[in-house]
């Protein structure tokens, strides 16, 4: 399994290997010792804990004839400005991520601030 990084620093593919196994896990992703790991079919992506910038959850909605179809995604933004979505089967799986996150890496904004531009 060859893992992909979401950041600029990436690490060495078999010590990444051996922490995606033992980390543990919230859905679609893993939480490891020094890296957050994604899970999408077959490709797996992981990013350093340290060049988090911002984490906050995304819900998109829509309709399908009569039913309401609500998708989840958790945003990460990292330090060299990109955001990357990554979508989540369920909110209860996202929101564990973000508390995670919020409770052990205090230099991570948790949330979604909305840019204000003067008129």
């Known amino acids: 399994m060859k893992l992909i990084c979401l950041g600029e620093q990436q690490g060495e593919q078999e010590s990444l290997q051996q922490e995606y196994k033992a980390a543990s896990r919230r859905g679609e992703v893993r939480l490891g010792g020094s890296h957050l790991f994604y899970r999408y079919f077959i490709k797996v992506r992981y990013v350093s804990y340290g ?58 904004a948790i949330g979604f601030e909305k840019q204000h531009t003067i008129p």
């Open 51 to 108: 060049e988090i910038r911002r984490a906050y959850l995304r819900e998109e909605s829509g309709e399908s004839g009569e039913f309401l179809l609500k998708e989840f995604y958790l945003m990460l933004e990292v330090h060299n400005g990109v955001c990357h979505k990554l979508r989540m089967e369920r909110e209860v799986y996202a929101r564990a991520v973000l508390s995670y996150l919020q409770d052990n890496f205090p230099g991570i």
